[in-house]
């Protein structure tokens, strides 16, 4: 078990109105039936529900073995490929429908039907064969959002080869560590892609990283941003790299049938990134997987084959890989696929987009929906769309942004639905079914069917449910989606995720439960709150505080755009929060301190009162625009801010820390 160290995580959280999901809505939803909970009750069986979405070779004889805790086995020798799944099985019926509507940051636009996708995903499966790849080889990817990206991945799913995609934005060191940690001798990469108006050359990372690498790299293949014409600035070592264009050419009415896979053999591995040591490589299984992207595609996100759907995140995450690849292809609707930034050639280009393809169903994260409250409500006018749906992901969304969203975006009537899972889970775990459970402002909501959440104390012990009091969220039984160990090392899946709740010396299920390392809020009224991760708690004057909550408070304030809460050691208080602002377009920043300091009091208590406010104009951001918090940790506690070339700016930090020495 954790240590207790005699502080109960606190939740100071004020309550929120419930929004009732319009009657249109509900009429035309993929499940409106509360009778889907209960199915889901009858576990694991329930799970069938999700499998019986796909097409199988061979069904499966056990839906959960879970003899050998916590490696668990879902839908026992079931055989399937996912390739099949996403592709091939629909092209009797929408073989001229489009998979892929792809929009390139230079007004370059693919229209890929599920008949192109099949083509291109068969001589992709061919050149990864000629390139000397075989069933269950792992294939590094280092793609940005170009459809070489799935077709890349599917081609691998074909042939049987995990993939292992790494964000285009990391470093080739990151790079290089993950190509190591895979033992891939074959990685594929592309000559470039556009940022902001610009060309990169995005090769040269995969150069370095073969420099880097321990592991001797026997191929590179090399995608083309513009088939035939090589980057300037990009150079083929003889011998190593190849073009994938000339291995296509070679290739061109190749058809490889897809290889017949066990439900639990390896589909992908999904790196997560740590602020150090070595990264963790996420396994995730064919069957399982699949089955689970796939049913939460179709009840969370209400995905059906006529829609227009569009997931506004990088595929280099695990959002991208289930809900822009798999769970949408698997259901055969249409995805949206966008190569730029969100602001280029300018504030209006998302809802540009939305506008031409006439979008149903928009999916994208609270950072976003920040940023878009910060540039201004008048960036959408002029604009004519209209959302059924929409999603958030990725890190809890505040109530103000919430309203905002649901507001200005929605049009207040669009149902949103926000998510809570991870990488490792594969899909959503907490989160309403958007036609059942009103919507709440700032909650996650409810568990997805056949899940079950429950809260913990430090010692491990249960808090009572529906109590309102904070604590470690975990999970107590398994669930399709899950992962299956960290690649290569199960000892380090066992001591990161099962130790701290679970007696992993018993061979009992039921004594085995997966710590998320996320605090959480079980309400009254059954909805989780997610409190963010535990790493980001501080103890202030022996009160546990979760940042969130903090940044919640902060966030009410009208002005500001974006708020970041750290600690700061303190030798009288142990620690005490600082925080880091930036404002919306055009607002005087005179008297903002004195507003965040009487929400905060107001929000949480006097004892929360922020040792310094900060306005700034940029927060330090991953690639993917994610808040890098260590980072303002590291600078209001005056240490190393150690490698920041992997963010969006890597001048953000010392630009902030030059501010405050001044």
Known sequence: MVDDDNSELEARLPDQDYYRPPPEFVGQANVSDPAIYDRF???PEGFEEYAELLE??????????????????????????????????????????????????????????????????????????????EEDDVVTLHLPMLPALPITMLACARIGAPHSEVFAGFSAQALADRIDDAGSDVVVT??????????????????????????????????????????????????????????????????????????E????????????????????????????????????LDIKPEDTYWCAADIGWITGHTYIVYGPLSLGTTSVMFEGAPDHPHKSRIWEIAEKYDVDIFHTSPTAVRQFMKWGEEYLEGYDFDFRHMTTVGEPIQPEAWNWYYEHIGDSDAVIVDTWWQTETGGHLITNLP??????????????????????????????????????????????????????????????????????????????????????????????????????????????????????????????????????????????????????????????????????????????????IVIVDDLPKTR????????????SNDDDLGDTTTLRDPSVPERIRDQLQD
């Open 265 to 300: 053999d390896p589909l992908f591995l999904m790196y997560t990134s740590g602020t150090t040591g070595k990264p963790k490589g996420c396994q995730h299984r064919t069957g399982g997987y699949l089955a689970y992207a796939t049913g939460t595609s179709k009840y969370v």
């Open 624 to 635: 993917s625009g994610k808040i890098m918090r260590r980072l303002l940790e590291n600078i």
């Open 41 to 43: 009750e009858d576990f």
């Open 435 to 612: 036609a059942l459970d009103d919507m709440k402002p700032g909650s996650a909501g409810k568990p997805a069917p056949g899940i079950q959440p429950a809260i913990y104390d430090d010692r491990g012990d249960e808090i009572e449910p529906a109590s309102g009091r904070a604590g470690n969220l975990v999970i107590e039984r398994p669930w399709p989606g899950m992962l299956q160990t960290v690649y290569g090392d199960d000892d380090r899946f066992i001591d990161e995720y099962w130790r701290d709740f679970s007696e992993t010396d018993s061979d009992d299920p039921e004594d085995w439960v997966y710590k998320t390392g996320d605090g959480a809020v079980h309400a009254q009224d059954g909805y989780f709150r997610i409190l963010g991760r535990l790493d980001d708690v501080m103890n202030v004057a022996g009160h546990r505080l979760g940042t969130m909550e903090l940044e919640s408070a902060v966030s009410e304030v009208e002005e500001v755009a974006e708020a970041a809460v750290v600690s700061r050691n303190d030798p009288e208080k142990g620690e005490v929060p600082d925080v880091y602002v930036t404002l919306r377009e055009g607002v005087d920043p005179g008297g903002i301190e004195d507003k965040i300091v009487a929400a905060v009091e107001r929000d949480i208590g006097k004892f929360a009162r922020p040792n310094a």
């Open 190 to 263: 592309a000559d470039g892609y556009y940022r902001r108006g610009d060309l990169l050359n995005h090769k040269e990372k995969a150069d370095e990283a073969c420099e880097l690498a321990e592991k001797d790299v026997d191929k590179v293949l090399v995608w083309e941003r513009h088939e035939g014409e090589l980057h300037p600035d990009a150079e083929l070592e003889e011998g190593r790299d190849v073009l994938v264009s000339e291995l296509l050419a070679n290739n061109e009415r190749t058809r490889v049938d897809p290889v017949t896979r066990d439900a």
């Open 56 to 133: 199988w070779e061979s069904r499966w004889d056990e839906v959960l073995d879970d003899s050998n805790p916590p490696f668990y086995e879902w839908f026992v020798d079931g055989e399937l490929n996912a390739s099949y799944n996403c592709i091939d099985r629909h092209l009797d019926e929408r073989k001229n429908q489009t998979a892929l509507l792809w929009e390139g940051e230079d007004g370059e636009q693919r229209n890929i039907t599920y008949q192109d996708l099949y083509r291109e995903v068969n001589k992709m499966a061919a050149a990864l064969e000629d390139a000397g790849v």
